[in-house]
């Protein structure tokens, strides 16, 4: 939205690290204002000219309202994710809105990851998503995704009815049945991979064998085909 771009519209980012995302919105004319708990990372923003705070949002005056939130692979590492969640839609603005990024179990059975989950996982992470969880614990916080793709790249608003939570969806089954596909599309993704080095490396030896007068003795001896 072109109107966003008005100083009357203020961004906060929470875990914003030195503040490199802010820093592009503050040059488009945002008020824009950072958190983290990195000290140095905080230090070094400030230098550049951002607003940038020790901390999380207790540490925001009281009255402080936001037009849009930015939390970009932050959510994964919090252990109360529906509670941080509701205290962060209190800090909206009434049109205000939150833009989540976090890694996507979907994006895996996409086939990143080489469909490894051991490749995705993280000890840092306390909490994995799918795109359907990631909607029920909005859910839950008082909060409705208006947009997500499968790489969990979300637009999330405060729900219409003064912001009341709504009772959590389960979801057991279907992460269930993406994880079972997830590790059904690794084992055939692997069997393909070895099934093609094998060929190219029976193909390789042939031709090496081919080179150096080797072959037909070494079919001879096999009694097939080198």
Known sequence: DSKLGSDQH????????????????????????????DKDFI??????????????IEVLPE??????????HV????????????????????NGCLY????????VMAGNYDCDLLKFYQNA????????????????????VTRIDPTI????????DTRLSVMPTNHVDQTRMLLSNIESRRTGLNHRV????????????????AKVGLREIVRSALGRKA
């Open 10 to 37: 203020r961004l906060l980012e929470v875990g914003t690290g030195a503040g490199g995302i802010l820093k592009y919105f503050a040059d488009q004319g945002y008020r824009v204002t950072g958190l983290d708990f």
């Open 43 to 56: 230090e070094y923003g400030k230098a550049k000219g951002l607003d940038l705070l020790l901390g999380s």
């Open 63 to 72: 009255d402080d309202r936001f037009d849009c939130i930015v939390l970009s």
């Open 75 to 94: 959510l994964e590492h919090i252990v109360d994710p529906s509670g941080f969640l509701a205290n962060l839609a209190g800090k909206l603005t009434e």
């Open 100 to 107: 989540v990024e976090v890694p996507s179990l979907n994006e």
């Open 125 to 144: 992470h306390v909490i994995h998503f799918s795109m359907d969880s990631f909607a029920n614990l909005c859910g839950q916080s008082g909060l409705t």
């Open 153 to 160: 790249r979300a637009i999330v608003t405060a729900n219409d």
């Open 194 to 209: 070895r099934r093609s080095a094998n060929r190219a490396l029976k193909n390789t030896a042939s031709g090496v064998l």
